[in-house]
């Protein structure tokens, strides 16, 4: 079981960036997907959420209206789509995939907000 994230980096405030996250080895398509991120001396943050069929996606407060989750089952794929950055987005965001009793993660992708 693998869980692989991508497309981290530094950006400047109100800028993009999408993040992608692969999975392989099982059935992505029956996983809820989960976007978490931790900053330095935080706990770790639920940030996103979309259902296996990807019928229900929920935001934190802090992120709606500026990030968009969304999956391609077809390509075992997740994504974070991350626009307006704001310098408190700055942390290393993992992707996360969960059934039931079973809970995947990815290694983490750093993502920096800064002028």
């Known amino acids: 079981v693998q869980l692989v994230e991508s497309g981290g980096g530094l950006v400047q405030p109100g800028g993009s960036l999408r993040l992608s996250c692969a999975a392989s080895?099982?059935?992505?398509?029956?996983?809820?997907m989960n976007w978490y991120r931790q900053a330095p001396g935080k706990e770790r943050e639920l940030v996103a959420t979309?259902?296996?069929?990807?019928?229900?996606?929920n935001y934190a407060d802090s992120v709606k209206g500026r990030f968009t989750i969304s999956r391609d089952n077809a390509k075992n794929t997740g994504y974070l789509q991350m626009d307006s950055l704001k310098p408190e987005d700055t942390a290393v965001y993992y992707c996360n995939a969960k059934r039931f009793s079973y809970s995947w993660w990815g290694q983490g992708t750093q993502v920096t907000v800064s002028s």
């Open positions: 080895a099982f059935t992505f398509s029956n996983y809820d």
């Open positions: 979309i259902r296996s069929a990807g019928g229900s996606i």
